[in-house]
């Protein structure tokens, strides 16, 4: 029992020391809770004022970040302007002292410090940019002198004729130079470098370099175009001219040479899009100077046409071709070539009417023809022009393709066709079928020509019909041996008329010429009369017995047949003797004797067979037998 209220008391003991703490423990629960809502206050109130301290720590710290930046600009606007000496001693100085490569790098650093400075508009920097654009200013200066004394080492005139007959090439720059020029150019045909020393669209350096290679170019090929004038006017001036006479040619192989030669120093100095323009101002001079040698030939030309048109057509065709080469090489110059080339490209168009005319003027000034019958020098003249006409080829397809077929009758239509002021490509133009055609056409209008106003003066100056039938038929011979001994006769065989009417010709003059030999025709025909029952025989197989028809023939027929034997005779040898006087060409003359062998020898034959006995063989009437006047037509061959 009292085991268990010891235990008890004990118990009651533990209870009230665990409320006791249990009460302690309470008591600090609620200081820790008062502890904790001040606590909670306190950091409201710290929050609250840390809360501007740190916006205003952001805002310091955004301002310090702007201020390093703004000290780094200035840093680095000073910069250059405390390098100005630096840049100066070196602008200052001479660049091949300095060394190009150096000069040309203090050059590129003051442009970028012009440019730094000149973005920021601060009134600081005003002084130090004017500064720095008077360096540039004087370093471009330095720069284009360099790049004038380099050129200048290059300029002396060469003498065209030693490259052009040893078929060398022209010569160009040094590959050391062309590069060193081409250095400087890059720097001088910059903006900034524009902006500072030149306001054209050249840069200073083509500028220099087209006055200075320009004068070198003209003065290369001066002695060429004062060859061009007077070997163009050296011959006589009746004298047709002969292709290839003429220093045109040679003086246009030296531009070619030379152009060439000198794109490839312009390809190699300047950059691409300067090559047009480079090549344009460089060549100017010389192209001047050649336009102009141009404008005296085509003086000469003018005033000596019916010569020298051909000289015309062969400065077309050298210059064009030459100028569709250069073109091809360059891209450039066709239209100076085209401009330089227009007034003898006129002209040679207008001669082609001019020349037409020519033959209508000169024939109808004739005071006289050949009393013989003989051609006369101006058809060999003509046909020799036509035939120098087929030594230009392309020009005249270009020059008739543009008038139109048969617009060469008149000048007027020539003046009127139209003109074209660029250059016409040669190479564009069919010389084929057609163009042959044209030239075929041309050439048979200026034969007709020539032979129709010979026709028509030879019925005022000729009264005899057979002498204008012999001189037609002269000149037709003339004509036709001259085409078929030449080039005329590959460009007529395209024409299907021009054989026709050559051939027509030759009948016409045949046919004046025969008319004088109708009369000892007309003196073998006779009127046969048939006694009833009975009739002669004809026929290959019929044997005429000369002795019964004379016995049947009554004394007034008789007397009539002997006065037609007499007046054959007398015709007959008058005839032969003014054809053996008449001078004619081979082969007119035996182109007549056959006609007229082909005439009177059958009316002869059968003449002579029915009435040779008129005389009983004693010759008195019956002066030729067949056998002798056969002979005799023979002779007349």
């Known amino acids: ?78 910069g250059p302007s405390e390098d100005k000496g630096r840049e100066e001693r070196i602008i200052r100085a001479d660049p091949d002292r300095v060394g190009l490569p150096d000069y040309l790098a203090s050059l590129k650093r003051i442009d970028r410090a012009l440019c730094q400075m000149s973005s920021t508009n601060l009134r600081i920097n005003q002084q130090a940019i004017g500064d720095f654009n008077e360096l540039l200013a004087e370093g471009n200066n330095q720069l284009q002198a360099l790049f004038r004394s380099t050129l200048a080492e290059n300029v002396q005139p060469v003498e065209p004729l ?125 192209l001047a100077e ?25 400065i077309v065709e050298i210059v064009t071709n030459v100028g569709y080469r250069i073109d091809q090489l360059s891209g450039q110059l066709k239209l100076p070539f085209a401009d330089a080339l227009k007034p003898i490209r006129e002209t040679a168009k207008s001669s082609l009417a001019e020349l037409i005319q020519d033959v209508r003027r000169r024939v109808s000034s004739m005071q006289s023809l050949p009393l013989d019958g003989s051609a006369i020098p101006f058809t060999s003249e003509v046909v020799t022009r036509m035939q120098t006409m087929t030594l230009y080829p392309q020009t005249l397809a270009s020059i008739m393709a543009s008038l139109g077929d048969g617009n060469w009758q008149s000048a007027a239509s020539a003046a009127n066709s139209t003109s074209s002021t660029s250059l016409p490509s040669l190479k564009s133009v069919d010389v084929g079928a057609d163009s042959s055609q044209l030239l075929a056409h041309y050439i048979m209008d200026t034969i007709d020509t020539l032979l129709s106003s010979l026709d028509a003066k030879t019925r005022v100056l000729l009264k005899s019909r057979s002498l204008s039938g012999v001189f037609i038929a002269n000149n037709v011979a003339v004509i036709d041996r001259m085409i078929r001994s030449s080039d005329l006769s590959n460009v007529l065989s395209s024409s299907s008329t021009a054989s026709p009417k050559i051939e027509s010709w030759r009948k016409k003059g045949t046919s004046a010429y025969l008319e004088s030999w109708r009369e000892p025709c007309s003196a073998l025909m006779d009127v046969q009369y048939i006694k009833r029952g009975a009739r002669p025989p004809s026929g290959s197989n019929g044997i005429i017995d000369s002795a019964d028809v004379i016995k049947q023939l009554g004394s007034k027929d008789k007397e009539s047949i002997k006065e037609k034997f007499k007046n054959f005779n007398t015709s007959f040898d008058e005839l032969s003797a003014k054809h053996k006087g008449m001078q004619m060409e081979r082969e007119v003359r035996s182109s007549l004797a056959r006609e007229v062998q082909a005439m009177i020898e059958p009316l002869y034959a059968r003449f002579w067979d029915r009435y040779h006995e008129i005389d009983k063989g004693k010759g008195k009437y019956v002066k030729y037998d067949k056998g002798s006047l056969s002979a005799q037509l023979a002779a007349l061959g």
């Not at 009746?238 to 003086?251: A, K, L, N, V």
């Not at 060439?260 to 300067?274: L, P």
């Not at 005296?296 to 062969?314: G, Q, R, V, W």
């Open 1 to 78: 029992m009292k085991t268990r209220d010891a235990a008890h008391v004990e118990e009651s003991a533990e209870v009230e020391v665990l409320i006791a703490e249990a009460a302690k423990l309470d008591g600090i629960s609620r200081q820790i809770r008062a502890s904790l809502g001040r606590l909670e206050g306190g950091s409201r109130l710290v929050k609250n004022a840390a809360k501007p301290v740190y916006s205003n720590t952001q805002g310091l710290q955004v301002m310090n970040d702007n201020i390093d930046k703004i000290l780094d600009a200035i840093d680095k606007m000073l």
């Open 162 to 286: 030693h490259y052009i007959t040893k078929d060398l090439p022209f010569p160009v720059l040094p590959l050391e130079r062309a590069s060193k020029l081409g250095t400087i150019d890059s720097f001088l045909s910059s903006t900034a470098a524009r902006d500072a020393s030149y306001s054209s669209r050249e840069s200073p350096s083509v500028r220099i370099y087209a006055e200075m290679r320009g004068a070198y170019l003209s003065g290369s090929l001066h002695n060429l175009s004062a060859a061009s004038i007077s070997t163009s006017k050296r011959k006589a001036s009746d004298e047709i001219y002969r292709q290839g006479t003429s220093g045109i040619g040679t003086y246009a192989s030296g531009i070619e040479g030379i152009f060439s030669a000198e794109f490839n120093n312009i390809s190699a100095i300047f950059s691409r899009e300067d090559w047009g323009l480079a090549f344009e101002a460089t060549c100017r001079k010389a």
């Open 290 to 314: 050649f336009a102009k040698t141009l404008r005296e030939l085509n003086m000469h030309i003018k005033s000596n046409l019916p010569t020298d048109c051909f000289l015309a057509y062969e």
